[in-house]
C-alpha cells in the first residue's frame, strides 16, 4: 500500500496541495501535519511510520516534509528500511528506495552524513584534548566547595551518620558523598 505523509509548519498554511499530489500519486491514506520540520518526533510522522508493512511506500512531495537535516532524514529512512518498506519522494527523482538509482544515491547520502559525524567526532575530541592541556576543568562543576567535601569526608569516616544524613546537610544526593575520596 501506498501511504502518504503531509506537513506544513504553520496553522496558516494549508497541506490541500500536498494531499493532492499525494492522492494522485496513488497514496490511499494520507496522513497530515502541521508542525515544524525541525522537531523530529512529529506525531503523524509516526503514526505513519507504525503503519508501514513489507512492501509499502512512503511518499512525501518534498523531502523537506520529511526531514530538516541529514542525520534526521537518515534516521526516518532506516526506520522506514526497518520495516522493511520504501520511500519516495515526488519532487526529489533520486530519492526513491523502489529503484536501484534510489537506493545508491541514499546509500552515498548516508555515508558522508557518517563521515561528516566522524569528523565533527574527532574535532570535539581534539578540542577537549587541548583544553584539558590548557587546565581546563571539564564536567559539571562540584557541589561542594573543597572545605565541605573534606568536612564530609571526615564525617563519613568517623560513622556516626549515614550518607544520607550527612548528604542532607549539604543538600545533595548521598551518592555524592560517597563518591568523595580522602
Known amino acids: 500500500?501506498?501511504?502518504?505523509?503531509?506537513?506544513?509548519?504553520?496553522?496558516?498554511?494549508?497541506?490541500?496541495?500536498q494531499v493532492a499530489q499525494l492522492r494522485a500519486a496513488g497514496c490511499g491514506q494520507v496522513f497530515r501535519e502541521v508542525a515544524s520540520g525541525a522537531k523530529s518526533d512529529r506525531r503523524a510522522l509516526r503514526r505513519a511510520l507504525d503503519h508501514l508493512a513489507t512492501g509499502d511506500v512512503l511518499i512525501v512531495t518534498r523531502l523537506d516534509r520529511l526531514a530538516r537535516s541529514t542525520r534526521d532524514l537518515l534516521n526516518t529512512l532506516a526506520a522506514i528500511a526497518d520495516r522493511k518498506a520504501a520511500?519516495?519522494?515526488l519532487g526529489d527523482a533520486w530519492a526513491d528506495t523502489t529503484t536501484p538509482h534510489g537506493r545508491l544515491m541514499l546509500a552515498v547520502l548516508g555515508g558522508l552524513a557518517e563521515f561528516e559525524r566522524d569528523l565533527i567526532r574527532a574535532r570535539t575530541s581534539e578540542g577537549r584534548a587541548r583544553a584539558v592541556a590548557r587546565g581546563v576543568k571539564l564536567?559539571?562543576?562540584?557541589?561542594?566547595?573543597p572545605h565541605q567535601q573534606q568536612e564530609a569526608i571526615r564525617r563519613r569516616d568517623r560513622g556516626d551518620e549515614t550518607l544520607r544524613?550527612?548528604?542532607?546537610t549539604y543538600n545533595v544526593s548521598h551518592s555524592t558523598i560517597s563518591r568523595l575520596s580522602a
Open 139 to 145: 564536567g559539571p562543576k562540584p557541589k561542594l566547595t
Open 87 to 89: 520511500f519516495r519522494s
Open 1 to 17: 500500500m501506498k501511504y502518504g505523509y503531509a506537513r506544513v509548519s504553520t496553522d496558516g498554511q494549508s497541506v490541500a496541495a
Open 165 to 168: 544524613e550527612i548528604a542532607r
